[in-house]
């Protein structure tokens, strides 16, 4: 950025010789018989291997139309999975009759389903759950909206990290790894275990004749920051924990 006289100066640019674009720039791969996309001109490609020596742009061969066309054919055989998260603003159950068959027409064939604080949680649990939660006949409805357009469903549950939901209410907050953030359940106190299976087992009585389950371990920033975890038997080995 160049300032001038305290006043912002745009930078010049030579239209004879513009910057190079951004790699996920590219064209893409062409769709639906699309005319195919040329390959960038060697001047760009001698930028941009100036730039990234490690990988050489533009040596690779033209794809011809049949090629093309397996990848296509490769590309129709993957499921295309959208992740449904739940939590925060809760949409009206009548919104899942339309909203499932836009995604049906765009290709989607699944859906991973996160209910968080938003299911129907009874004993214990109930005290995390959201002011206006789904009700079982609002988990059958949208169960049946995603069968009438062809989406089977995986529930998510969150079984480590992406905990907040639960954690912030003041009665589980003992079970923070560390007592300041509510992200992580702590792995050291017997009771995280008890809260976890109590969490998994009413989702899947739900979800019985769900083929898949998605256990959420992800983005666990930190780890064993508990009082109880200084005796872990696993506290210097991640792998076990």
């Keep these: 950025m160049n300032i ?3 006043k912002f100066v745009p930078p010049v640019v ?3 010789n513009p910057p190079p674009l951004p790699i996920n720039k590219l064209p893409p791969f062409p769709i639906n018989n699309n005319p195919l996309p040329p390959l960038p001109n060697q ?6 291997n100036q730039q990234f020596p490690n990988y050489q742009f533009g040596n690779q061969q033209q794809p011809d139309e049949s090629q093309y066309k397996l990848i296509e054919e490769q590309l129709d055989k993957l499921e295309r999975i959208v992740h449904v998260d739940l939590k925060g603003a809760v949409p009206r159950v009548e919104y899942f009759k339309d ?3 836009m995604l049906k027409d765009f290709g989607a064939t699944g859906i991973l389903l996160e209910y968080e604080d938003v299911f129907p ?6 005290e995390a759950v959201n002011g206006q939660p789904y009700t079982l006949q609002d988990i059958s409805f949208i169960k049946a909206q995603a069968a009438a357009n062809g989406l089977y469903i995986i529930p998510l549950v969150q079984t480590y990290g992406h905990l907040e939901w639960i954690l912030k209410v003041k009665s589980f907050s003992h079970l923070r790894d560390h007592s300041e953030y509510p992200q992580v359940i702590t792995q050291c106190l017997e009771e995280s275990y008890e809260v976890i299976f109590d969490m998994l087992d009413q989702v899947i009585e739900q979800h ?10 992800d983005e666990v920033y930190y780890k064993l ?8 038997p696993f506290q210097g080995d ?4």
């Design 4 to 6: 001038n006289g305290g």
């Design 14 to 16: 030579n239209i004879n």
């Design 43 to 48: 001047q760009y490609n001698d930028i941009q």
């Design 99 to 101: 909203f499932f068959k």
């Design 121 to 126: 949680f009874k004993g214990r649990l109930a």
């Design 208 to 217: 019985q004749d769900s083929l898949y389950f998605h256990v959420g371990l």
């Design 225 to 232: 920051m508990h009082a109880n975890c200084t005796q872990a």
């Design 238 to 241: 991640f792998t076990k924990a």
